[in-house]
């Protein structure tokens, strides 16, 4: 990244105090990459970095920060300087900002703001956290149905400068009402004379502000299109959501799910912005529950004590057995969570998931069955373990104790894939996330289930000992 | 979804022969909503309402398809309506439809195509899979630096009808070579008399035909923009890759990185879409692999099998303790790969990342060991289970076994943590992919050392019956 190869040049020239080199450094850069740059220099040099920006390109750099550095920042600013930066900053980056800032910052945020921008924030703020309210912004160009196309690019020019995006204009009615959508492309393809309800298309894809983010992440991938409109309940345009807010949704929404299917709370940070207490917090407390949970297997265990006492060589596979039931139940956990994340499985396919997992579930079962017996049976031909079986008077052959583990292995492996497939439909069916189900939750569950499988099917082959 | 409302209505309407009536239902609705229909048809009845549409439609509705429903359609047209129907799609989606379709379809279809179009597909194809090159197309529009914002706008008028966007346009020299772009909307909002060089924008960020398309995603995510340039090894212009496909191919890979993750080879295609034997292909591969590396656990267990049988109750506890290594190890490991997919973490901070999983990893086990003590104690103390341990004239008070349990889950637990978080960077050293570090691999791993953990404190603390 360019950010890693000029950060050393910039920060040392900010500490010669060369600054207009380093303000000439910066204004090479894209917005993006001045950011990284911010981000890599120590806070004060931070501060003084982006004073050396020209104030519009300011809020900008400033929208592409983690929310600790732009706290920092804001703490080493003047009053006149953060007022001037939130007032330039784009609505949506504005109301993102202060969603998560402390509230003594923002109470003092708000002072600073134009009565009209504060009044737009803290009707966005609203909205649910994580609504689509949250993410539009108010930038955007409405035309009417009854202009020519050349009336249309007049307004635009007149009206255009600040919207967030061109690419897609509303066409509405007299009360807001939004009825139809055009492209700028058409807009510009046609003829200037050529009436703006020629030229738009519809019904239009929306939101409701009041949705879950998560709508906007779907639709917006269905659709193809770069911009969603968001209406409220009578269908009065309110705002806009684009494609790159919508981007930084979903990136984060599957950091979350890949969190919790791999057994935790999900962040709400970057990792490295976690605090120390935060991250054994949100790991500890499913740590936790799986722990408790995994303990029946010792409480399990307890009432097959005896049959290890006398058998303890059943004790050796005793981890190699659970395991695989956890490894394949994570396989079709993770195969169906994802399936459904992404809209291909619904609800109603379960029994057609359940007959294919139960194939593939018996087949992995087989293979591993087959492994294990050769295993043991290899161990025995060439010396280097004796399985046989001896316990008083009774000598029982190693055949015995390989058909045991064998066949456990085909019941505990068909089980962990059933389990991991069924479960997040059950989560579906009572409207929970699916996600929750994790591998290690699946694992824990097969566990105690694949011990009892083992030692039933222990307890039949090897009664002549055990019974 | 419209589909599954829409769907049985249509389906009666196909087989009643009320054909009209179903055209004129399938044109009320956007093109993916159509595709959707289509897909949950019955194959012949799927052919029959694709041809109901009108041919400038079928394209885009046709590029909607999975590859499978894809192909059955071809089979059921003419030639001539195969032949119309390739030669109208965008030429991305073409090239994606031929890049997995078998090669007895595509040499028929390839004689089908105009030369041009035909030249252009051969071409595309000549790029890597997954490369750039293979998911750009040529449908852009490019403008001369010293052409004025009116005449860029009438060449816009002549040539954009057909391109892909019109929301970014890029600037060219005599030779091709990219050197701006230039938004529609600065276009739009200029005097017609103004220069497009007054106008244009740069340095360009663009990306390389032969690049992973990967870096699409990455580049397209970082700098907010709806559309990438694409150039040869010259800077010359060949493509333009958009927001939405770039969207489908992070879709894919956040797929592949998850499937990868949950301990599986990445399927390529959809779930439902997936042959039964692929499914167990791709699963018992990586399943098998774990078991021959949890078979260690067996081996393991053979040496301790003296103590085992010395001390029974050192047994009952083993799942609980090797599942808390592999549990903690795939919070790591998830925690780390997820914010190495994203660009926060970099080789270079494995040190700081070290540190905060070492403290993080001893107070999980710390957690963890406290329960563990808790719950030897208080089934000891309600009288629900004896862990005295006895063997010849020793004994030994439970004590010492809950000490043993506690002890090892600080160690295997800490030890997981270690694991789960290194070893993500280490492939990232030798330039693998960290995704193939699964939670079931990190569990495997960290179970044989788990055992050999646990056995060692035994030993450690049990050694007047052990020693």
Redesign the interface.
Known sequence: MVADLLTPEIGEMIAQKRLAEARAAMLDL?D?EIADVLAELEPDQRAVAFRLLPVDRRAEVFAYLEQDEQETLIEALTSEQVAMLINEMDDDDRVQFFEDAPEELTAGLLKLMSPEQRRLTQQALQYPEESVGRLMTRSYVTVRPEWTAGQA?DH??AE??D?E???VLYVVDAENHLTHYLR??RL??AAPGERCEKLCEGPV?SLNAAEDREAAVRL???????VLPVVDEANRLLGIVT??DV??V??EE??ED??K????EA?DM???STG?WE??RK??L???M???G??L??TA??YF?PE??KV??L??????I???G???G??A????I??MA?G??TLK?WG?VFL?EL??GL??GL??GL??LA?IHLWQYLGW?DYTIRHGDTTLSYHLLAITVSLSLVGV?LWGTLMGSMLPFLLRLFRLDPATI???LV??LV?VTG?IIYFTTALLFLHAVLG
Chains 1, 2 share one sequence.
């Open positions: 894209q993006v690019l635009l020019r255009g400068r919207a995006t061109l690419s700028l492309k510009v393809l894809v917006l991938e269905r659709y193809d299109i770069p494609f790159d981007a930084d979903a990136e599957v950091t890949m969190q299917m791999g057994g935790m962040l970057p990792y490295m120390l991250l054994f790991r500890g499913w740590l936790s799986l722990f408790l995994e303990m297997t010792a265990l307890g004590q290890i006492e303890t060589v004790a050796l596979f005793l981890p190699l659970i395991s695989s956890g490894n394949s994570s396989q956990s993770t195969l169906i994802r399936a992404i291909e499985l396919l057609r294919r194939m593939c087949l992995l293979l591993l492994i294990g295993r373990y492996v994790s591998a290690p694992a824990t566990d011990l």
